[in-house]
T-cell receptor, first 113, second 115 residues
């Protein structure tokens, strides 16, 4: 069975400081992993995805994530936060052969001026 | 290119009523999935359709049904609405069926409020 745990429900950073959003996953097979972002009153936008190629994945808007199989983690990072990064972030897993995406409960990122 | 579109944007219904939500996928995408996002939670998978056939179903009661049309658009129907059905309903489209690397692109959602 596939599942995702986002370790922080809320993260607050100052503008210009690094961002770290933590995600651990459980999967029976070789999964694909995704990070989506949801701004208020908007749909979900794909930030990046891991599909068993390079373990360090670069996404849009300066975000990147590293797949660590030994730790079953897929943490999202950004070197310098911007005010526009304030949103809800979802870590998502999809097992090989499965149709459904399984979402974590989300991490709300606040960026202070 | 147009993304995934959903209609209506907002909907208010009363308990016991029925509702139909609509989704148009990205041009060329043959797979449509539906998710329910209750306030404060991550989306939960309801259905997936590919080439007009149901290919996956989440843990939702039979009051929820869906279909996909020859042009790949889709409808989600919910009967006998309960207060707990109040949520944002998201539609996602993708090119393939079971390709794990395939990306699902989401629409803006339909906000359903049940009074």
């Amino acid at each position: 069975a596939q599942s995702v745990t986002q370790l922080d429900s809320h993260v607050s950073v100052s503008e210009g400081t690094p961002v770290l959003l933590r995600c651990n996953y459980s999967s029976s097979y070789s999964p694909s992993l995704f990070w989506y972002v949801q701004h208020p009153n908007k749909g979900l936008q794909l930030l990046l995805k891991y599909t068993s190629a390079a373990t360090l994945v670069k996404g849009i808007n300066g975000f990147e994530a590293e797949f660590k199989k030994s730790e079953t983690s897929f943490h999202l990072t950004k070197p310098s936060a911007h005010m526009s990064d304030a949103a809800e972030y979802f870590c998502v897993v999809r097992d090989t052969g499965r149709r459904a995406l399984t979402f974590g409960s989300g991490t709300r990122l606040q960026v202070q001026p | 290119d147009a993304g995934v579109t959903q209609s209506p944007t907002h909907l208010i219904k009363t308990r016991g009523q029925q509702v139909t939500l609509r989704c148009s996928p990205i041009s060329g995408h043959k797979s449509v999935s539906w998710y329910q996002q209750v306030l404060g939670q991550g989306p939960q998978f309801i259905f997936q359709y590919y080439e007009k056939e149901e290919r996956g179903r989440g843990n939702f009661p039979d009051r929820f049904s869906a279909r996909q049309f020859p042009n790949y658009s889709s409808e989600l129907n919910v009967n006998a609405l309960l207060l707990g059905d109040s949520a944002l309903y998201l539609c996602a489209s993708s090119l393939e069926d079971r390709v794990v690397t395939d990306t699902q692109y989401f629409g803006p959602g339909t906000r359903l409020t049940v009074l």
